[in-house]
């Protein structure tokens, strides 16, 4: 009887091979799936699994726990890596990790395993959050220890032991899916000259196809988190379900990145996440209306160090407690419904409303009911240009005759 091991088990070539590889490393392979929105029948990944060599096959549904507990937090918080990517991969991998180590408990397996390549970001995430949830397990990634150093020789291993694999080598997309996007790397993607074929995306529509009449549709916030649609409360999942065919019909999610990656080479990824995108516009145009000048700055730094922090692999550390107690409490006044349009690959907030808005008409407008006092401007304006006449009239206009030389920093 070989030593426990728990695989996170997606279905896909690189952990169906890795089962038959630990298997003959002399271990017992538990194979585990956590449904964060599969893109393949867990009957299907179960049969794979078993016919790979495990000894045993489960799958956890853990889609309600990722959308409320990481996708959503992550809304809330902006997050967008490199101002581009909604972390879709990045959110699940915690989450895994997580389920996996208390599998691991359960069955006193002595050590975990993933599928992930020594090249990539998920190897970091998996193995910082096992370490930091149970640093007494043993973590195996046969991809970075084996020989099959290509995936033409993977799916020709796949082949010798008769291991069925959803990728031939005429199709040699890489994908991970999850409910908040879809990640899709390798084949022709490699090269960033390459256009992206039409058949890399299952989500979205191109602009071409997509329809020519717009589609208007309401969001509802509360406390930075959505609560309902189009005035009809909904739970987490089905709302991202509904929007991700919805706005995905109007071609809306699709990202060409050019990508930096935690272990140091650029990456061409292509994504899909129309819900994502769609409710990241959503709750910007509420955060707009609801945050002060201050609070929206400081919070765009927060957000840039929240999805570098997700995408680094640190779900599990201090500093994300201290982000997170940050994010929470900027979205106590985040409350309110925003008005998208959604057209031609593009999800465009066309109007917002909320009880907590800084917004004030009266004070707006240059109608009638102007309630501004322009009277109090110019004293205003004196006390805040001070400090600058007096640094001008000391130093600026002192150094040269020509004031155009002050702007581009010249000196005489």
Not at 270 to 296: C, D, F, G, N
Not at 351 to 369: H, I, N, R, V
Not at 376 to 392: D, E, M, N, S, T
Request: proline content about 5%; some cysteine; hydrophobic content about 40%.
């Amino acid at each position: 009887m070989g030593k426990k091991l728990v695989l996170a088990y997606s279905g896909g070539l690189d952990t169906s091979v890795a089962v038959r590889w630990l298997t003959d490393k002399g271990y017992d392979v538990i194979a585990l799936t956590v449904d964060v929105g599969l893109d393949r029948d867990p009957a299907v990944a179960e049969e794979r699994a078993l016919a790979a060599g495990a000894i045993e096959y489960r799958c956890i549904d853990a889609k309600d726990d990722f959308i409320r507990f990481f996708a959503f937090p992550a809304l809330a918080a902006g997050a967008m890596y490199q101002g581009r990517y909604p972390l879709a991969t990045a959110l699940a991998r915690p989450l895994i990790a997580k389920l996996m180590v208390d599998v691991a408990r359960e069955v006193d397996a002595k050590a975990v395993g993933h599928g992930c390549t020594g090249k990539g970001n998920d190897q970091v995430r998996f193995d910082v959050s096992t370490q930091a949830l149970a640093p007494d397990l043993e973590i195996v990634a046969p991809v970075r220890e084996w020989e099959l150093k290509t995936r033409e020789l993977e799916i020709e291993y796949a082949e010798k032991h008769d291991i069925p694999v959803p990728v031939t080598k005429a199709s040699p997309y890489s994908v991970d899916e999850n409910l908040w996007g879809r990640s899709i790397e390798s084949g022709p993607l490699e090269d960033p000259w390459n256009e992206p074929p039409e058949d890399v995306y299952a989500w979205t529509k191109s602009v071409a196809d997509a329809p020519d009449d717009p589609a208007y549709i309401e969001v509802s916030f509360e406390h930075g988190i959505p609560t309902a649609l189009d005035g009809k409360e909904i739970a987490g999942v089905a709302l991202v379900e509904r929007l991700n065919e919805l706005a995905g019909e109007h071609g809306i999610g699709r990202i060409d990145h050019m990508e930096d990656r935690l272990v140091g080479i650029k990456s061409r990824e292509i994504y899909e996440a129309p819900a994502a995108v769609t409710l990241l516009a959503a709750h910007q145009a509420i955060e707009r209306m609801t945050l002060s000048k201050t609070q929206l700055r400081t919070k765009a730094v927060i957000a840039r160090e929240y999805a570098e922090l997700i995408y680094d692999g640190l779900w599990f550390t201090a500093h994300h407690q201290d982000l997170a107690s940050y994010v929470q409490s900027s979205q106590r006044h985040v409350n309110g419904t925003t008005r998208l349009r959604l057209h031609k690959g593009q999800a465009t907030a066309v109007g917002a409303k909320s009880p907590s808005s800084l917004y004030a008409t009266s004070l707006a407008t240059y109608e009638k009911g102007d309630q501004y006092d322009q009277s109090a401007a110019k004293g205003f304006i004196h006390i805040w240009g001070l400090p600058v006449r007096v640094q001008a009239q000391k130093q600026l206009l002192a150094q040269s005759d020509e004031p155009l030389h002050i702007a581009s920093g010249e000196t005489q």
